[in-house]
């Protein structure tokens, strides 16, 4: 079992900055991937951008240039700077890991999501 606390969510006018951070509980299973992605009132959630643990990234092509992800393997916790935020990127931001269980078995655990709004 894996349980994530997300922290850093707000509200910012566009063009400026947040830090979203997520810490992973302490578990018997090693989480592989860490990522976060954003689900906005009516859409589909997405993927925003993912982390495997030897630091290979993945960026959603609306964010790329501008949002980066980062993780701490020693503290199980993962980071999102967003810059330049825009009044689209206003959604509920989720934090994912994939914890491996054994071979190619992974499972799936969420944070309960932190509010970024974009607004003037």
């Known amino acids: 079992q894996v349980q994530l606390v997300e922290s850093g969510g707000g509200l910012v006018q566009p063009g400026g900055s947040l830090r979203l951070s997520c810490e992973a509980s302490?578990?018997?299973?090693?989480?592989?991937?860490m990522g976060w992605y954003r689900q906005a009132p009516g859409k589909q959630r997405e993927l925003v951008a993912t982390?495997?643990?030897?630091?290979?990234?993945n960026y959603a092509d609306s964010v790329k240039g501008r949002f980066t992800i980062s993780r701490d393997n020693a503290q199980n916790t993962v980071y999102l700077q967003m810059n330049s935020l825009k009044p689209w990127d206003t959604a509920a931001y989720y934090c994912n890991a994939k914890a491996i269980v054994i071979g190619p078995l992974k499972l799936d655990y969420w944070g309960q999501g932190t509010q970024v709004t974009v607004s003037s």
């Open positions: 302490k578990s018997s299973l090693s989480i592989d991937t």
């Open positions: 982390i495997t643990s030897s630091g290979s990234t």
